[in-house]
């Protein structure tokens, strides 16, 4: 298991996370898996804003985590295993 690369890990999470938000996404407007979609937002609610003058800056960040995502990050991990 040593052998085996990080970034490798790291490439199928974000995989794992996209795809379940989006079958999550997908998802609610059918009745029986309406469940995938359920889950928490967390972040910023508006952005934060710093007016330097010459320079503007804008920070924001919501993190959306929904049952798909969750099964996504495991499928994600038991890809991973069987490499």
């Known amino acids: 298991m ?4 990080f970034w490798i890990l790291l490439l199928l999470l974000l995989s794992g996370i996209v795809l ?3 079958v999550g996404d997908l998802a609610q407007s059918v009745p029986w898996l309406a469940w995938l979609g359920f889950g928490q937002s967390f972040g910023l609610d508006s952005p934060l ?3 330097l003058g010459v320079l503007i ?3 924001g960040l919501t993190i959306r ?4 995502g969750i099964l996504g990050v495991v499928a994600a991990i038991v890809i991973y295993r069987m490499l």
């Open 2 to 5: 040593g052998n085996k690369n």
């Open 20 to 22: 379940g938000g989006f």
């Open 49 to 51: 804003t710093v007016n």
């Open 57 to 59: 800056i804008t920070f």
């Open 65 to 68: 985590i929904t049952m798909a």
